[in-house]
T-cell receptor, first 112, second 114 residues
């Protein structure tokens, strides 16, 4: 059973467009992380959010943790081909030390 | 630090053969995780260790899978006997205690069982 559902599953856009990826759950998480995975490599951590309503920015990427800590979004402004990859959210729960539950993933392709 | 190191990068084996995947975590990381990734099922946690002790192996598919961590700098995932449905990319990741710092993943081992 996947506890974290991501949408959309696939997204193909042109360079310069904006996009939002969603990560939803019926469970409350104590922290939420976003990773990006490129072909042939492992996922790489982009950001961690821990407070309900928290917003973090990483250049053209904006991450938000829902007020109830059950959902999160990733917004990319003016997408570039280098943003292409698989985006994964991962939730951690209090009392489970380092264990994370990964989402279903969103595969993004940005074309020229 | 060279990051999490996995070997081999690619493995092709025949059904019924034994396969051993290897992982060297980042020095000082107390947690080590083994994941399997497929298009159908995404990233699945197989087992994880804390200070070399297995904590949760509920994700191990069946008795054909086993994992060991004899010391803080080395872990193995073994499949015996291997089957075509085991074909996937297997990732090892390590982390510090707590969830804030995230996982550092290796580059994975792409396993193909024919």
């Amino acid at each position: 059973t996947q506890l974290l559902e991501q949408s959309p599953q696939f997204l193909s856009i042109q360079e310069g467009e904006n996009l939002t990826v969603y990560c939803n759950s019926s469970s409350v998480f104590s922290s939420l992380q976003w990773y990006r995975q490129e072909p042939g490599e492992g996922p790489v951590l982009l950001v961690t959010v821990v407070t309900g309503g928290e917003v973090k920015k990483l250049k053209r990427l904006t991450f938000q943790f829902g007020d109830a800590r059950k959902d999160s979004s990733l917004h990319i402004t003016a997408a570039q081909p280098g943003d292409t990859g698989l985006y994964l959210c991962a939730g951690g729960k209090a009392g489970t030390a380092s264990k994370l539950t990964f989402g279903t993933g969103t595969r993004l392709q940005v074309t020229l | 630090d060279a990051g999490v190191i996995q070997s081999p990068r690619h493995e092709v084996t025949e059904m019924g053969q034994e396969v051993t995947l290897r992982c060297k975590p980042i020095s000082g990381h107390d947690y080590l995780f083994w994941y399997r990734q497929t298009m159908m099922r995404g990233l699945e946690l197989l087992i994880y260790f804390n200070n070399n002790v297995p904590i949760d192996d509920s994700g191990m598919p069946e008795d054909r899978f086993s994992a060991k961590m004899p010391n803080a700098s080395f872990s193995t995932l073994k499949i015996q006997p291997s089957e075509p449905r085991d074909s996937a990319v297997y990732f090892c990741a390590s982390s510090l205690p707590g969830q804030g710092d995230g996982y550092t993943f290796g580059s994975g081992t792409r396993l193909t069982v024919v």
